[in-house]
């Protein structure tokens, strides 16, 4: 039985607990999990007021509200009452579970401490997700870490392997080390996924609140595992694992120089592997592509490798297809915005997470350039979305420009048309990456671990346009599936982008390439639809992800 730890898991929309990517990944996997039969159990908090949802005021702010949500009613209580320190405080906690139903049921728990007998601070640990990077998140993580090892035990689970994906449940190796005595035992059982390539996307707390907030768990010397005063999840969750993996070939290599004592270069027990990210097809596919691979390609979802044979779809039945999604989508930000978007023209995407990596308002840099492009090469229509974390104001500052540039863009032209939709979430997304012509991501390079939203809309024959990062390096076919935006780097060169390169890229092969293409090529445009589908399906979906994690991960577990 694997356990898998994550602090978010995107299941579905009722369930408002995740914020990007990492979360609708560990969503997926889970399903993934339970079509295939591998016996597993998930593991992640309660947050009762969700993540953050947005309202965007016609200045371009964004406003923070919470999302509370009916958990009552849409998870099953435990009944369960079980112990867990948090310093002196000697505190209480529960679970809510949730079911997946595949060929093996798998079980997703959701730690709670928001018991009424409980010190007002700790019931606290309940209410968002990543809200606080103090002594609260220190206590979200030990709950989640101690807590969710607590909790297997006292339901019987009988585990192999510790999935810690990402380093937010590394305190489980805490409880781990008190049953089986040494670091070696622990290292057999544990297997870490990190996803984060930047060094302050890693959870750090001080040395000395570590020590008081575990001091009744004395298993561990804190002032060993300390670097400079602090604790390193990170740096914890490779000291303790077996096994350790990043998300992508080319993460692998950034990787290895954040953790050189872990790099794929060394030799030991711990050597950087990678296994690539997926999506779970099922999910992701919309229903009326599905319809026709249900029609061309029988076996496509129990078998995506026969998503290769995409070319035996009717061109026209494809795009007939797309078109009613498209049009789906052009209703929807007509609804929701006063864009008076249509049907027949030219549509971007640009829909994650907002924050400076992913430099999601670039396109929008030189708007009486692209004014130009659009008036000499074809209209345009562009699709925003995507929250800023709260205490992000780089990243509010970017949905502003949005906002503000999109109303420029409104005075100066009838050839473009921008829209931001608030809220993006799962639903959304899966109108949106099979909806829209091209799917533009250009974060900055080599900080997309992998990137997985791409993956979805080239599933739907939704041509990519990224930058040379993350998965796209191993998918990007240049002018076949999609195309690549500045530079290819070497799988091990780890320099960054250059912003005035790729807008460079972005714009000039808008204005010579892809709307030449997209309004007076269309047969070339299709057959691009159809080897998008056939490349990335068969490969970039979590079927393939999960034997991966089966045979060169998790194997810690058989030994
Ligand atoms: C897939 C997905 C993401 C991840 O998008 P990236 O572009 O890979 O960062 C984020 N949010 C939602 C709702 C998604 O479905």
Known sequence: M????????????????????????????????????????????????????QKITPSGMQLDFDTPWDYKKILKPTNLQLQISFGELVQEFTAWEYSIIGREEIKVFFLDASLPNNHPEIRKLNDRLYYDDGILRLRQEILLGIGGYRLLKALGYNISVYHINESHSAFLVVELIKELGSKEEVRKKCVFTTHTPVPAGHDKFPVD????????????????EAEEGFINLSKLSLNYSGKVNAVSYKHMFVSSNLFPECSVFSEGYCKMDYVTNGVYHKRWIHREIQELFNEYIPGWDENPILLG????????????????????????VNKLTDSSFSDDVFTICVARRVTAYKRNNLILSDIERLKYIAEHNGDMQIIFAGKAHPKDTFGKEMIADIIHKSKKLKEMTKSIKVAFLENYSIEMAKLLVAGCDVWLNNPRRPYEACGTSGMKAGMNGVLNFSTWDGWWLEGGIEGINGWGIGPKPKWDDLSESNDKEDLEDIYGKLAHIILPMFYRRKDEWVRMMKNSIATIGPYFNTYRMAYEYLGKIYQIGLR
């Not at 609140?209 to 060993?224: G, N, R």
């Not at 779809?313 to 078109?323: D, F, G, N, R, T």
Request: charged content about 20%.
């Open 2 to 53: 694997i356990a898998y730890f994550a602090m978010e898991i995107g299941l579905e929309d009722r369930i408002p607990t995740y914020s990007g990517g990492l979360g609708t990944l560990a969503g997926d996997t889970l399903y993934a999990y339970a079509d295939i039969g591998i016996p597993a159990v998930g593991i992640t908090l309660l947050y009762k007021k969700g993540y953050v949802s």
């Open 209 to 224: 609140m570590v020590k008081q907030e575990l001091k009744s768990y004395d298993h561990i010397d804190w002032d060993k």
């Open 309 to 332: 044979q995409a070319y035996y779809i009717p061109s026209e039945l494809l795009l007939k297809a797309h078109m009613r999604i498209k049009s789906d989508l052009v209703n929807l």
